[in-house]
């Protein structure tokens, strides 16, 4: 039997609930498949599942857990369909299992000594018929809501309904909160090192403009795409900012996942994940951005693209601000971040013209790198820019 836990959607998150389930027990479920919505303080996301086998317990929705609590039982193939009724783990970490802490919230909350319990296969079906079991008078043992009292309450007409939330609700005070806490966190324990560099995009902006030219709007890229890409290529060049900082020690990334920062109507701010960044095309990253920012804003993110970004990429666009130096998300070692492209007084050869300039900047740990790794990756990316027909 393995344990389906609770995923941490990024450093700021502690607690979460699930607000629906996808799957019911029975169901056989394939690693990649989303199998809950679960509601943090950067509104629900799709958790998706790892594991291979059929789901044999769940948490009933609505419970507030822990990261690390045990949402599901997946029973592998070939395990028996017995259930533990706890699992060992080390007394000093203690992960519940759902009926713990099904329990732990029942006994917290008030009038919980009243509250039936409610059976495996009742609580099955329940789900099945969108019921919510603990509501209902139980006629078992010790008040017990059984299959039976489920079959009544479906035929009687409309029952409570469990809880669920909207996609893409969030309270903005609370995710305010939430990232003031991991960035003073990430101020507090990581030493930042900040290194800029001003970077001619004259020839990337030619490019682009004569690419856009013969394009219909919905097919043109904007110049985010080729700063994103270029980020990317300059990751290969340089993988010592490619990765996470765990165990007091640098483990590089199994691959170049460029989180993008996203601002959400309303306040508050996430950066999922673009995979694979430097094997796309700039028309399948320009497609990707698109997709993220409306999933991020409508409430559909995954949330595989909010635990395995490898590095941050922030950008202002027309904003205003020239530039911005980022504080690092950990447990990510650099965050890059690209200001308003402007126009500026630029020394070509022997004179002075006006080009489109970019301010490209580097927040990275210093105890993952040092400023002459963080350089070469403030040189690998202008150097890409300056040759856009091969980004």
Same mark, same amino acid.
């Given at each position: 039997?393995?344990?389906?836990?609770?995923?941490?959607?990024?450093?700021?998150?502690?607690?979460?609930? %699930?607000?629906?389930? *996808? @799957?019911?027990? /029975?169901?056989?479920?394939?690693? #990649? $498949? &989303?199998? !809950?919505? =679960?509601?943090?303080?950067?509104?629900?996301?799709?958790?998706?599942?790892?594991?291979?086998? %059929?789901?044999?317990? *769940? @948490?009933?929705? /609505?419970?507030?857990?822990?990261? #690390? $609590? &045990?949402? !599901?039982? =997946?029973?592998?193939?070939?395990?028996?369909?017995?259930?533990?009724?706890?699992?060992?783990?080390?007394?000093?970490?203690? @992960?519940?299992?759902?009926?713990?802490?099904?329990?732990? $919230?029942?006994? !917290?909350?008030?009038?919980?000594?009243?509250?039936?319990?409610?059976?495996?296969?009742?609580?099955?079906?329940?789900?099945?018929?969108?019921?919510?079991?603990?509501?209902?008078?139980?006629?078992? $043992?010790?008040? !017990?809501?059984?299959?039976?009292?489920?079959?009544?309450?479906?035929?009687?007409?409309?029952?409570?309904?469990?809880?669920?939330?909207?996609?893409?609700?969030?309270?903005?005070?609370?995710?305010?909160?939430?990232?003031?806490?991991?960035?003073?966190?990430?101020?507090?324990?990581?030493?930042?090192?900040?290194?800029?560099?001003?970077?001619?995009?004259?020839?990337?902006?030619?490019?682009?403009?004569?690419?856009?030219?013969?394009?219909?709007?919905?097919?043109?890229?904007?110049?985010?795409?080729?700063?994103?890409?270029?980020?990317?290529?300059?990751?290969?060049?340089?993988?010592?900012?490619?990765?996470?900082?765990?165990?007091?020690?640098?483990?590089?990334?199994?691959?170049?996942?460029?989180?993008?920062?996203?601002?959400?109507?309303?306040?508050?701010?996430?950066?999922?994940?673009?995979?694979?960044?430097?094997?796309?095309?700039?028309?399948?990253?320009?497609?990707?951005?698109?997709?993220?920012?409306?999933?991020?804003?409508?409430?559909?993110?995954?949330?595989?693209?909010?635990?395995?970004?490898?590095?941050?990429?922030?950008?202002?666009?027309?904003?205003?601000?020239?530039?911005?130096?980022?504080?690092?998300?950990?447990?990510?070692?650099?965050?890059?971040?690209?200001?308003?492209?402007?126009?500026?007084?630029?020394?070509?050869?022997?004179?002075?013209?006006?080009?489109?300039?970019?301010?490209?900047?580097?927040?990275?740990?210093?105890?993952?790198?040092?400023?002459?790794?963080?350089?070469?990756?403030?040189?690998?990316?202008?150097?890409?820019?300056?040759?856009?027909?091969?980004?």
């Amino acid at each position: 039997m393995a344990d389906f836990t609770m995923p941490a959607l990024g450093a700021d998150m502690e607690t979460g609930k %699930v607000v629906e389930w *996808l @799957v019911k027990p /029975g169901d056989r479920v394939r690693p #990649g $498949a &989303v199998v !809950a919505v =679960v509601e943090t303080h950067k509104g629900a996301i799709d958790v998706e599942c790892f594991l291979d086998g %059929v789901i044999d317990d *769940l @948490v009933p929705i /609505g419970v507030d857990l822990p990261v #690390g $609590a &045990v949402l !599901a039982r =997946v029973r592998l193939d070939g395990e028996a369909t017995a259930l533990p009724e706890a699992p060992v783990v080390p007394a000093a970490a203690p @992960v519940p299992s759902p009926r713990r802490a099904v329990a732990d $919230a029942k006994a !917290a909350s008030p009038g919980a000594a009243t509250r039936a319990r409610v059976s495996p296969a009742a609580r099955q079906r329940a789900a099945a018929l969108g019921i919510a079991a603990d509501t209902l008078r139980g006629s078992g $043992a010790d008040g !017990a809501v059984t299959l039976a009292d489920v079959e009544r309450a479906a035929a009687a007409g409309p029952a409570p309904k469990a809880a669920r939330t909207a996609k893409g609700g969030f309270d903005p005070a609370s995710m305010r909160q939430a990232i003031a806490t991991a960035m003073a966190r990430s101020k507090r324990e990581i030493p930042h090192y900040y290194l800029s560099a001003t970077i001619d995009f004259g020839a990337a902006q030619a490019w682009l403009d004569d690419y856009n030219a013969t394009r219909e709007p919905v097919e043109r890229l904007l110049p985010a795409t080729l700063l994103l890409k270029a980020c990317a290529k300059a990751l290969v060049e340089v993988p010592q900012l490619n990765g996470f900082w765990r165990d007091d020690a640098f483990q590089p990334g199994a691959a170049i996942h460029v989180g993008w920062a996203i601002a959400l109507r309303g306040g508050g701010l996430v950066a999922p994940a673009i995979h694979d960044a430097d094997r796309k095309t700039l028309p399948e990253l320009m497609t990707g951005l698109r997709d993220l920012v409306k999933r991020a804003r409508a409430g559909g993110l995954r949330s595989s693209e909010l635990t395995d970004p490898t590095l941050t990429v922030t950008s202002l666009g027309e904003r205003g601000a020239e530039s911005v130096f980022g504080v690092i998300y950990p447990p990510q070692v650099a965050i890059v971040g690209f200001g308003g492209i402007v126009v500026r007084p630029w020394v070509c050869g022997d004179a002075v013209r006006p080009r489109p300039v970019v301010v490209v900047t580097l927040a990275a740990d210093h105890r993952a790198s040092d400023g002459h790794v963080g350089g070469r990756l403030l040189a690998a990316i202008d150097r890409a820019l300056q040759d856009p027909a091969t980004l």
